[in-house]
């Protein structure tokens, strides 16, 4: 607004437009290589003061080990302080289902929660697992996407059915070590493990290899293994409109030749969700699909890395982790630089 002298005042943060973190779907390839630069900056400068005096709530309604303390030190690394809940433990439990007669173990609405957090907090972080029994409702990402209407401040995915800080620390280590990632070959290989897990990350490994125009390969042991359709055909998009490609395959050869990055993570079979017993049948045939060194040395002197934790032996051997095309370290690392460049764009003036 303008001034009785003509000069253009600040206009107060919370009158700013506020903008969430959910998924790189809501952001273009422009606004996400920023906050990748703005990381690589932050890497040479951690400690500075530039979100002093700020506060940003995590909540966390499942285990984390690499995105507590990459959140925690990144807000202390930029002079802002986390606050860590834990609902259902050193917290009250939490419902997010609207018009719910709560009768159950959850003590407080996300209404109250989202309110409450927003009076006291310039940002909310959330990690929040699907459940495991109904995937028609869990792809539909409610639990943050209800957090998200009920706060008035930003709200950052810290991995729900996507992983979009991932996405950033993934993005940030291909270029890293391979410059600009437009036509290189990026190979998302499924891996076994003895229980079905989320797809969340190989659904964002997916979305920000095809955002940055790279040739994906996605190899699967059974066409049961393939993602969830909402990320198969934001990838199918992504891969349009930057000029790369995404191609399915269950030929391991083929997919690991003249592959720049292999990038492995293991998953549930969607049609199989919420039966482990049937999908443990299905998937028992396939634990060759383990990275080894024999499958790296059909690629193109490629690296290797994994979202961690990792299961050695099982998702890849002692030889690939150890080896220094492994480049999983990097990544976790980079995730305290690009969350720190995201709260400064969330939470900063």
Same mark, same amino acid.
């Given at each position: 607004?303008?001034?009785?002298?003509?000069?253009?005042?600040?206009? %107060?943060?919370?009158?700013? #437009?506020?903008?969430?973190?959910?998924?790189?779907?809501?952001?273009?390839?422009? @606004?996400?290589?920023?906050?990748?630069?703005?990381?690589?900056?932050?890497?040479?400068?951690?400690?500075?003061?530039?979100?002093?005096?700020?506060? #940003?709530?995590?909540?966390?309604?499942?285990?984390?080990?690499?995105?507590?303390?990459?959140?925690?030190?990144?807000?202390?690394?930029?002079?802002?302080?986390?606050?860590?809940?834990?609902?259902?433990?050193?917290?009250?439990?939490?419902?997010?289902? =609207?018009?719910?007669?709560?009768?159950?173990?959850?003590?407080?609405? &996300?209404?109250?929660?989202?309110?409450?957090?927003?009076?006291?907090? @310039?940002?909310?972080?959330?990690?929040?697992? =699907?459940?495991?029994?109904?995937?028609?409702?869990?792809?539909? /990402?409610?639990?943050?996407?209800?957090?998200?209407?009920?706060?008035?401040?930003?709200? &950052? *995915?810290?991995?729900?059915?996507?992983?979009?800080?991932?996405?950033?620390?993934?993005?940030?280590?291909?270029?890293?070590?391979?410059?600009? %990632?437009?036509? $290189?070959?990026?190979?998302?290989?499924?891996?076994?493990? %003895?229980?079905?897990?989320?797809?969340?990350?190989?659904?964002?490994?997916?979305?920000?290899?095809?955002?940055?125009?790279? *040739?994906?390969?996605?190899?699967?042991?059974? @066409?049961?293994?393939?993602?969830?359709?909402?990320?198969?055909?934001?990838?199918?998009?992504?891969?349009?409109?930057?000029?790369?490609?995404?191609? #399915?395959?269950? /030929? #391991?050869?083929?997919?690991?030749?003249?592959?720049?990055?292999?990038?492995?993570?293991?998953?549930?079979?969607?049609?199989?969700?919420?039966?482990?017993?049937?999908?443990?049948?299905?998937?028992? =045939?396939?634990?060759?699909?383990?990275?080894?060194? $024999?499958?790296?040395?059909?690629? @193109? *002197?490629?690296?290797?890395?994994?979202?961690? %934790?990792?299961?050695?032996? &099982?998702?890849?051997?002692?030889?690939?982790?150890?080896?220094?095309?492994?480049?999983?370290?990097?990544?976790?690392?980079?995730?305290?630089?690009?969350?720190?460049?995201?709260?400064?764009?969330?939470?900063?003036?």
């Amino acid at each position: 607004m303008w001034g009785v002298c003509g000069t253009l005042q600040v206009v %107060p943060t919370q009158f700013q #437009i506020m903008r969430h973190f959910l998924s790189t779907v809501d952001w273009n390839r422009d @606004d996400l290589q920023a906050l990748l630069d703005q990381a690589a900056e932050l890497r040479q400068h951690r400690v500075t003061d530039q979100l002093k005096g700020r506060t #940003i709530a995590l909540l966390f309604l499942n285990p984390s080990l690499r995105t507590r303390s990459s959140f925690e030190i990144g807000a202390f690394q930029l002079g802002a302080h986390a606050v860590v809940l834990e609902p259902g433990k050193a917290a009250w439990g939490i419902e997010f289902e =609207p018009g719910v007669v709560m009768d159950g173990d959850a003590e407080e609405h &996300i209404a109250e929660v989202a309110g409450v957090l927003s009076r006291y907090c @310039d940002a909310i972080g959330l990690r929040a697992f =699907p459940l495991f029994k109904d995937w028609s409702s869990d792809r539909q /990402d409610k639990v943050i996407r209800s957090l998200a209407a009920h706060a008035s401040v930003p709200v &950052i *995915n810290m991995e729900t059915i996507v992983h979009p800080c991932q996405e950033l620390a993934l993005m940030r280590t291909i270029q890293d070590h391979l410059g600009q %990632p437009d036509g $290189k070959k990026f190979v998302l290989t499924w891996t076994w493990h %003895p229980r079905p897990l989320n797809t969340a990350v190989a659904n964002s490994a997916l979305m920000i290899a095809s955002k940055f125009g790279m *040739n994906v390969t996605l190899l699967v042991p059974h @066409d049961d293994y393939l993602l969830d359709e909402q990320f198969m055909d934001a990838a199918y998009a992504n891969a349009d409109a930057s000029g790369g490609s995404l191609d #399915i395959s269950t /030929d #391991i050869e083929s997919s690991y030749q003249g592959a720049n990055f292999v990038y492995a993570k293991s998953w549930g079979a969607l049609p199989l969700y919420g039966r482990p017993e049937e999908e443990a049948r299905l998937r028992e =045939p396939f634990r060759h699909f383990m990275v080894d060194g $024999k499958k790296m040395a059909m690629t @193109d *002197n490629a690296l290797f890395s994994h979202c961690l %934790p990792l299961r050695r032996n &099982i998702k890849a051997t002692d030889e690939v982790m150890d080896a220094d095309y492994c480049v999983a370290q990097d990544e976790a690392e980079n995730r305290l630089h690009v969350q720190k460049a995201l709260m400064l764009e969330l939470m900063g003036p």
